[in-house]
Nanobody, 125 residues
Framework: QVQLVESGGGLVQTGGSLRLSCAAS????????MGWFRQAPGKEREFVAG????????YYADSVKGRFTISRDNSQNTIYLQMNSLNPEDTAIYSC??????????????????WGQGTHVTVSS
């Protein structure tokens, strides 16, 4: 059983940056594909970014491409989401997820087995 813990959320102004972290407090995430998802108030959860177990391939939602970067450090059992050029539409609860997920399914939240509790990101205008 893997337990994931996110950190790094907060309040930032438009145009600012944040870096989210997701660490495995129990178990290892090294063998898993990992993803970041977000849920804004009144909206469904949506895919943000994903990364294969090796870190060799990354995937992004069109809305964040060029602004967000997902990475992982398997030696630290941690993945990251660097978020730049933030705007109010990025305001949401961000959650990391892990699982034995094929690349073709990495944008599908239902394919992931392990989830963190989420971290709030608020971007003020």
């Amino acid at each position: 059983q893997v337990q994931l813990v996110e950190s790094g959320g907060g309040l930032v102004q438009t145009g600012g940056s944040l870096r989210l972290s997701c660490a495995a407090s129990r178990g290892t995430l090294r063998v898993y594909a990992m993803g970041w998802f977000r849920q804004a108030p009144g909206k469904e959860r949506e895919f943000v970014a994903g990364i294969t177990w090796s870190g060799g391939t990354t995937y992004y939602a069109d809305s964040v491409k060029g602004r967000f970067t997902i990475s992982r450090d398997n030696s630290q059992n941690t993945i990251y989401l660097q978020m730049n050029s933030l705007n109010p539409e990025d305001t949401a609860i961000y959650s990391c997820a892990g699982g034995l997920v094929y690349s073709r399914d990495i944008m599908k939240d239902k394919m992931f087995d392990y989830w963190g509790q989420g971290t709030h990101v608020t971007v003020s205008s």
